[in-house]
T-cell receptor, first 113, second 115 residues
Framework: SQKIEQNSEALNIQEGKTATLTCNYTNYSPAYLQWYRQDPGRGPVFLLLIRENEKEKRKERLKVTFDTTLKQSLFHITASQPADSATYLCALAQDSGNTPLVFGKGTRLSVIA | DSGVTQTPKHLITATGQRVTLRCSPRSGDLSVYWYQQSLDQGLQFLIQYYNGEERAKGNILERFSAQQFPDLHSELNLSSLELGDSALYFC??????????????FGPGTRLTVL
């Protein structure tokens, strides 16, 4: 069966450290993968997108990698801050273009000052 | 602010009832998606419309239906409501420009509570 899994429900790290979140998938061949941030009671907010032929993408303190052999994406937040505390969702799309996203259940990140 | 609006923010109703959730996409976005988010299931895709036509269907129950109107706003109708339908319902929109990898912009959601 098809599955998309984020490694842990919750992750606690110290301020200033790098947070690494994992997203694994099985029985999908995604055209691209996206990461979203969701704060309690609010809609997800897009952060980064990486295509199947890209290995790594960066945006400010964020970095995402995509390994289609391992069927895994890693999401890194460097120099983490308490304001980064939120739930982070990975989502994949099986086709290019405007197709529905399949979401993982998310990892709740808490950055402790 | 994503530019996607949803009404109402909260809805409390009883089992067996019918409700309508409304979504206005960002200006210029032709695609609208509906998602359901519950604590145990995470964010689940329900249905997508593109320029008034149904484009894709996910795990949408037969008791649920949706449509997209000529002005591109969309409505999600939920009928014969059950306790298990209590959830956050999100609408998202995205730009359509041929082959693209556009992100989706989510609205603030409607929290539905069925008592």
């Amino acid at each position: 069966s098809q599955k998309i899994e984020q490694n842990s429900e919750a992750l606690n790290i110290q301020e200033g450290k790098t947070a690494t979140l994992t997203c694994n998938y099985t029985n999908y061949s995604p055209a691209y993968l996206q990461w979203y941030r969701q704060d309690p009671g609010r809609g997800p907010v897009f952060l980064l997108l990486i295509r199947e032929n890209e290995k790594e993408k960066r945006k400010e303190r964020l970095k995402v990698t995509f390994d289609t052999t391992l069927k895994q994406s890693l999401f890194h937040i460097t120099a983490s801050q308490p304001a980064d505390s939120a739930t982070y969702l990975c989502a994949l799309a099986q086709d290019s273009g405007n197709t529905p996203l399949v979401f993982g259940k998310g990892t709740r990140l808490s950055v402790i000052a | 602010d994503s530019g996607v609006t949803q009404t109402p923010k909260h809805l409390i109703t009883a089992t067996g009832q019918r409700v309508t959730l409304r979504c206005s996409p960002r200006s210029g976005d032709l695609s609208v998606y509906w998602y359901q988010q519950s604590l145990d299931q995470g964010l689940q895709f329900l249905i997508q419309y593109y320029n008034g036509e149904e484009r894709a269907k996910g795990n949408i129950l037969e008791r649920f239906s949706a449509q997209q109107f000529p002005d591109l706003h969309s409505e999600l109708n939920l009928s014969s409501l059950e306790l298990g339908d209590s959830a956050l319902y999100f609408c998202a929109s995205s730009v359509t420009a041929g082959t693209s990898y556009n992100e989706q912009f989510f609205g603030p959601g409607t929290r539905l509570t069925v008592l």
